[in-house]
């Protein structure tokens, strides 16, 4: 059974770090991309950061550039978004989800999302 499970969220200041988890369970997630998402209350989900399947290429939302970075650690099968430098309206849930067939430059445009994780609430707040 394909599972995703995000970790990692909390409550921090303006200008604090967090680095979320996304832990692929049921099958080699190294084979495909991952991507994260985030939702803020009343507001649309929006992709936040894609990591490629062979871990070529990366790709952010401008809002988080600078600021964000994705990596894989094939041997944990998991998918980490650091995020530093954070500001209140990073303030989401944040979700990751594969694709078994889109390719990251379907993410930002609503074309992805196979299987996805629960979510985890990021929360920063002075």
């Known amino acids: 059974q394909v599972q995703l499970m995000e970790s990692g969220g909390g409550l921090v200041q303006p200008g604090e770090s967090l680095r979320l988890s996304c832990r692929a369970r049921g099958f080699n997630s190294g084979n495909f991309p991952i991507a994260w998402f985030r939702q803020a209350p009343g507001k649309e989900r929006e992709g936040v950061s894609c990591?490629?399947?062979?871990?070529?290429?990366?790709f952010y939302a401008d809002s988080v550039k600078g600021r964000f970075t994705i990596s894989r650690d094939r041997s944990e099968n998991t998918v980490y978004l650091q995020m530093n430098n954070l500001k209140p309206e990073d303030s989401a849930v944040y979700y990751c989800a594969t694709d078994f067939e889109a390719r990251c430059t379907y993410y930002s445009a609503g074309a992805f999302g196979d299987y996805w994780g629960q979510g985890t609430q990021v929360t920063v707040s002075s």
């Open positions: 990591i490629s399947s062979r871990d070529r290429d990366t």
